[in-house]
């Protein structure tokens, strides 16, 4: 059976190459792969494009508490953006990015956020590779917040993250 197939194929090829003249085949094929290639690029271009121009809105998160070392910082703001559990956190003049599912925090240069009001802005591209070394990460749902714990480092200062959530334990907003 199989080299009947075989057989067939090949007079199938044959017969499209006495039909066609040599010079239109090679067209035809070259021209079939530019359309492919064609296509290929246009269809990936816009999604690159909207990825490295997109910048994400971030809104203030109200009621959200960050105490650092046991204590409130003087100056703060928690701001939260599409995704569930990933928050930008304004820490005096420092800016983190807090990935509470994968337990990763990056520092942002201040000079990328741009903070208008009740509003972030933050381009995709502004985040780093690499995040900071944290180390004793704890979540615990406290009732009326969920409580993210970690420290900077080994050693380093003690960062408390308090998200309101809903009494049946969904983030609040």
């Given at each position: 059976?199989?080299?009947?197939?075989?057989?067939?194929?090949?007079?199938?090829?044959?017969?499209?190459?006495?039909?066609?003249?040599?010079?239109?085949?090679?067209?035809?094929?070259?021209?079939?792969?530019?359309t492919l290639s064609l296509l290929v690029i246009v269809g990936a271009t816009p999604g690159l494009v909207a990825r490295q121009s997109s910048k994400q809105q971030w809104k203030t998160l109200p009621f959200a508490i960050v105490r650092y070392n046991d204590d409130a910082p003087k100056s703060w703001n928690?701001?939260?953006?599409?995704?569930k559990g990933i928050y930008l956190v304004?820490?005096?003049?420092?800016y983190?990015?807090?990935?509470?599912?994968?337990?990763?925090v990056f520092e942002i240069d201040p000079e990328k956020v741009k903070a208008e009001g009740e509003n972030a802005e933050l381009a995709a591209q502004d985040i780093?590779?690499?995040?900071?070394?944290?180390?004793?990460w704890k979540t615990k749902n406290a009732g009326p917040v969920l409580r993210h714990r970690f420290r900077f480092g080994k050693s380093g200062?003690?960062?408390?993250l308090q998200i309101p959530v809903l009494p049946n334990g969904r983030p609040a907003y």
């Open positions: 059976m199989k080299n009947f197939q075989t057989k067939v194929a090949a007079e199938d090829r044959m017969l499209a190459r006495r039909l066609m003249p040599e010079g239109e085949s090679r067209a035809a094929l070259w021209m079939g792969v530019l928690v701001y939260r953006g599409e995704r304004r820490l005096w003049k420092r983190l990015l807090i990935d509470t599912d994968s337990q990763n780093p590779e690499d995040p900071l070394e944290i180390s004793e200062n003690f960062m408390e």
